[in-house]
């Protein structure tokens, strides 16, 4: 099981989760420590036998880099394995203009620094042309890593690639323990921000339960991101719909990471998560109900549909196009965004309009899964 470990500096993870992500699009397998390690690991065990399993070792170097004991420790451990082995496995990456240590200045680096996509490339067809790919590792084995561009917005390239060796390989069965998220951390911290504000707020008791009930239903909706992927890759790969089938796992990310950093806003102030690149009015499902959320969530793609049935599973609403959608919705009294969102509605899914004609025409029952799903969910 061939990967490249990446040893690096948990000060410049944002820069490594770009890397590990720009390989993984490229077919190249990465050991990474989040993508490895789960709570109650022996960190020295996981990572030294890491470092001896895997034939590359990417060290991303920086200023930092040398400074902590525990990488330090990791760049020791490579060096010994070449000695040991008489073989060269690491290979230097500069992110910055902090020199190499002198154990390695004289070795072809990788200097991300300079020009980060040539360098890239070179580095992808290295591990090409040594046989490193991603399909050598039986995909039950894999970690299938879902990247967020924004805080809502999923990189379909990576859904695609799995999609293709899924559909090849239909015995195969994903677990949940399977799937990382690249910015459930930062649903923790923005949370952490709403939390504190509320400390400050310990007077208003009925608020107070009711960022409590929130805080549950984040949680929930998390539970549900799991399984409601674990379903489409599972359930579909059998189907060679791979661009549907990507860009079904997109929306159905989209409508649950809007809700999740929804709720979450109604306790924060729009300065304090503008950092994070999150806006109210970008979240796929907004509680504040104004037409121009709709607007500009439909400017994500032309035409969509919005199917949206309640608890006794009767069909209330559809629209095809946003102007529509805005004009309708003034008809149902309970079908504002934030009904939507923390209303008795069970089902609420976006789709786009090409996805939705594509699963009636090729009768794929996406649609009554989801329903039946998240039904059965509440």
Request: include cysteine; aromatic fraction near 14%.
């Amino acid at each position: 099981m061939a990967k490249v470990f990446i040893s690096y500096s948990s000060k410049d993870d944002q820069f490594v989760k770009r890397l590990s992500t720009d390989l993984l699009k490229h077919q190249v397998p990465v050991w990474l420590d989040a993508y490895e390690l789960s709570i109650g690991d022996s960190l020295p065990d996981i990572i030294f036998q890491g470092i001896d399993d895997c034939p590359f070792i990417l060290v991303v170097f920086s200023a930092i880099y040398k400074k902590s004991p525990w990488t330090s420790r990791e760049f020791e451990a490579v060096l010994e394995k070449e000695q040991r082995d008489k073989k060269k496995y690491l290979i230097p990456v500069r992110i910055d203009e902090h020199p190499l240590p002198s154990e390695i200045e004289e070795r072809i680096r990788v200097n991300l620094s300079a020009n980060y996509d040539s360098e890239m490339r070179k580095l992808v067809r290295f591990f090409k042309s040594e046989h490193i790919n991603i399909s050598s590792i039986p995909i039950s084995e894999r970690q299938i890593v879902f990247n967020f561009k924004s805080p809502v917005e999923v990189d379909v390239l990576l859904l695609k690639n799995l999609l293709f060796d899924l559909h090849k390989n239909p015995e195969s069965e994903i677990g949940r323990k399977q799937l990382f998220f690249t910015n459930l951390g930062m649903i923790d911290e923005v949370f952490g921000i709403a939390r504190q504000r509320m400390d400050k707020w310990t007077g208003d008791i009925a608020l107070s339960l009711q960022f409590e009930r929130h805080s549950l239903k984040i949680e929930s909706l998390i539970d549900d991101m799991h399984r409601g992927i674990l379903i489409i890759l599972n359930q579909y790969k059998n189907y060679n719909h791979i661009e549907l089938l990507s860009t079904s796992i997109f929306w159905f990310l989209k409508a649950i990471m809007g809700s999740i950093y929804a709720y979450i806003l109604i306790y924060t102030d729009p300065e304090e998560t503008l950092r994070f690149g999150l806006r109210r009015e970008d979240l796929a499902f907004s509680p504040f109900g104004y037409d121009e959320t709709f607007k500009k969530f439909y400017s994500v793609n032309e035409h969509a549909s919005l199917i949206v049935f309640n608890d006794t599973n009767h069909f209330v609403f559809w629209a095809d196009k946003a102007l529509s959608e805005v004009r309708e919705i003034s008809k149902y009294g309970k079908l504002p965004f934030a009904e939507m969102v923390f209303g008795d509605l069970v089902y609420k899914y976006f789709i786009p309009q090409n996805v939705f004609v594509s699963l009636f025409n090729d009768k794929v029952p996406l649609m009554n899964l989801f329903q039946k799903y998240m039904i059965s969910n509440n």
